[in-house]
């Protein structure tokens, strides 16, 4: 069983910036798309940001472009969201999510990953 595992969460003012990491750890795996997903207190878990492994193609939501960036590093199934100028409604248990397969759905879509980890707190103060 795949298990991921996520760090880099904390408290931050806003406008500063943190970087999330997500390894894989139980056995590899080679994944063929990792994601961010965010859920606030009260709120539905959302999509954050995605990205395949072959092309590292990306997608973003709306609220996070030209803030976040995802990377991958595919030697070591390794996925990092670089987070920059937080704002307060960036607050968040932030989770890491995966996949091995083809199967047929949105990369936004929570769906699509078979993975997840168990999330990491991120909190941004006004």
């Known amino acids: 069983q795949v298990q991921l595992v996520e760090s880099g969460g904390g408290l931050v003012q806003a406008g500063g910036s943190l970087r999330l990491s997500c390894a894989p750890s139980?056995?590899?795996?080679?994944?063929?798309?990792m994601g961010w997903f965010r859920q606030a207190p009260g709120q539905d878990r959302e999509f954050v940001a995605a990205i395949r492994r072959n092309g590292g193609g990306t997608y973003y939501a709306a609220s996070v472009k030209g803030r976040f960036t995802i990377s991958r590093d595919n030697a070591n199934d390794l996925v990092y969201l670089q987070m920059n100028s937080l704002k307060p409604e960036d607050t968040a248990i932030y989770y890491c999510?995966?996949?091995?397969?083809?199967?047929?759905?949105?990369?936004?879509?929570?769906?699509?990953?078979?993975?997840w980890g168990q999330g990491t707190q991120v909190t941004v103060s006004s």
């Open positions: 999510a995966g996949d091995s397969s083809s199967r047929p759905a949105s990369p936004v879509s929570a769906a699509r990953y078979a993975y």
């Open positions: 139980g056995r590899t795996f080679s994944s063929s798309i």
